[in-house]
């Protein structure tokens, strides 16, 4: 048979609609087997069961703490890369009609970002432990 | 058959089937790709693989749904249990939504959005969410772990995904998948991943490393944080997080199939099969999800400097020098 889910010419905001009823109908498909799987499996529950895994161990200390800074270099080196890729998408979209100019902002705007991750790697922020 | 095709252009009709023809797919990549995790992994071991429940073991997913739906659910007492039961979901959503503006052929694709590569990006990396929240909500020191390495790993490695398809897009001047597919012709050396084979690398090991598949399993970790994220899951609650890491998987496959093998393009011209080229698009999904399997058995993790040494100092670099070559290049032909 052949595949065919014809896609008729729909508006902008109707595509994202589908969208929206998509993700709706995911998470209640998700949640509906949830809630199934509660009631059709057992559950008898105990303290000893209620407890965390530790390889056999009782839990001393709460994980509930705060966790190393490296990991917000990270967050924050992310950050920096996720809005300069936002930023090169619509530029990279139409760069065929841009030319030279377009070439020329490209390699400045890069470079700029390109000597950031430098800096931050010659400071040791990309160092783990 | 003439009635159901005409039923496919009424407009809720249409929304309808197709949403139920792409759950089912998920549901049953991800039931299939599980059967396929074991054969693989059995054969390359040089061993059988599930052989007992139906033929060839063929029916071992369903017998492992029916048990999963039938185990007890236990969750840890002190847990925050509303982030705790919300985790697979938000680690669901992510994988099964992307399928959305995933075209399997010329005219199959449920929403064609025109910012579809975005989309795809913006989507994917939701799934650390999920992680986070699986690690968070359980309190358990292993979990936690996994759930910090998870995230930072996830939103490191979402830098080389997202500046290695911009090759493709300036390419293809678009960043609809559909217009990217027929950008790259029906003959296997106008794919994409040939000019854009350094950025093809690059986001096919980012892309491994997004799903969390070996050498980049480190939120799991099972040899030495014992499963990580999901140590405190049971029952139905781990069968959707297992859902929802085979089905992320499938959708990185095709979507590396969309962006650089050309989609549902056939290899040579006197192979197009007219409707019926989907099959092409799932035969080099296939493929790609089987180099997948083949890597887990192949490559050893990966230590946590190696890791992010490999994501920051190796691939971003890569993809911004041959953002640099692909510019140039276009300005020069």
Redesign the interface.
């Not at chain 1, 990279?92 to 065929?96: F, S």
């Not at chain 2, 999963?68 to 007492?77: A, I």
């Given at each position: 048979?052949?595949?065919?889910?014809?896609?008729?010419g729909?508006s902008y905001g109707t595509?994202?609609l589908?969208?929206g009823?998509?993700?709706l109908?995911?998470?209640g498909?998700?949640?509906t087997?949830?809630v199934?799987?509660?009631l059709?499996?057992?559950?008898?529950r105990s303290?000893t069961?209620?407890?965390?895994?530790?390889?056999g161990e009782i839990?001393v200390?709460?994980?509930?703490r705060p966790?190393p800074v490296r990991?917000y270099v990270?967050?924050l080196?992310?950050l920096v890369?996720?809005v300069e890729?936002a930023f090169?998408?619509p530029w990279?979209?139409?760069?065929?009609s841009l030319?030279?100019y377009?070439?020329v902002e490209?390699?400045i705007f890069?470079l700029i970002l390109?000597v950031g991750?430098i800096y931050a790697?010659k400071k040791g922020a990309?160092?783990?432990? | 058959?003439e009635t159901f095709?005409h039923l496919?252009?009424i407009?809720p009709i249409?929304?309808i089937?197709?949403?139920a023809?792409?759950?089912f797919l998920v549901l049953n990549l991800a039931a299939v790709l599980t059967m396929a995790e074991r054969k693989v992994s059995g054969y390359i071991h040089l061993r059988y693989g599930p052989n007992r429940v139906g033929p060839r073991g063929l029916l071992q997913p369903a017998a492992d749904v029916f048990k999963?739906?039938?185990?007890?659910?236990?969750?840890?007492?002190?847990s925050d249990l509303w982030v705790f039961?919300g985790a697979?979901?938000a680690m669901?959503?992510p994988a099964?939504?992307v399928w959305?503006v995933v075209p399997?052929?010329p005219?199959?694709?449920?929403?064609?959005?025109n910012v579809a590569?975005?989309?795809f990006v913006a989507i994917t990396s939701i799934g650390a969410l999920g992680v986070v929240m699986a690690g968070?909500g359980?309190?358990?020191?292993?979990?936690?772990l996994g759930a910090?390495r998870g995230?930072?790993q996830m939103?490191?490695y979402?830098?080389p995904l997202?500046?290695s398809l911009?090759g493709v897009?300036?390419l293809s001047?678009?960043?609809s998948l559909v217009d990217i597919v027929k950008a790259q012709g029906d003959t296997i050396w106008t794919w994409y991943f040939l000019p854009q084979l350094p950025m093809f690398v690059t986001f096919y090991i980012a892309g491994l490393a997004e799903v969390k598949r070996v050498p980049f399993d480190l939120p799991e970790g099972e040899s030495e944080i014992?499963g990580g994220f999901m140590?405190?899951y049971s029952?139905?609650?781990w069968a959707?997080i297992q859902a929802a890491e085979f089905a992320s998987m499938a959708v990185m496959s095709s979507i590396t199939v969309t962006l650089f093998l050309g989609g549902w393009q056939p290899p040579l011209p006197f192979l197009d099969l007219?409707?019926?080229n989907?099959v092409w698009f799932g035969i080099k999904t296939a493929l790609i999800m089987f180099t997948l399997q083949w890597i887990r058995w192949s490559v050893p993790r990966l230590r946590?400097?190696q890791l992010?040494?490999l994501g920051?100092?190796v691939l971003?670099?890569i993809t911004?020098i041959w953002?640099?070559v692909t510019?140039?290049a276009?300005?020069i032909f």
């Open positions: 048979m052949a595949l065919v889910l014809l896609q008729q729909a595509v994202y589908y969208v009823i998509f993700m109908l995911v998470t498909f998700v949640a087997t949830l199934l799987a509660r059709i499996s057992p559950g008898r303290s069961k209620a407890q965390n895994y530790e390889t839990t200390t709460d994980p509930w966790f990991y990270f967050a080196l992310f890369f996720d890729a090169l998408y990279a979209v139409i760069y065929k030319g030279v377009g070439f490209m390699v890069v390109a991750l790697w990309l160092k783990w432990v | 058959m095709l496919l252009e407009e249409r929304l089937i197709s949403f023809a792409v759950l999963l739906f039938t185990k007890e659910n236990v969750s840890p007492g002190r039961l697979p979901i669901f959503i099964a939504l959305v399997f052929a005219d199959a694709v449920v929403a064609d959005i590569v975005l989309f968070y359980s309190r358990s020191a292993f979990s936690l910090l995230a930072a939103i490191s979402e830098v997202i500046l911009l897009v300036m001047g678009s960043l014992v140590v405190e029952g139905m609650t959707l007219g409707n019926f989907w946590m400097d992010m040494d920051w100092k971003v670099p911004l953002l640099f510019a140039g276009m300005l």
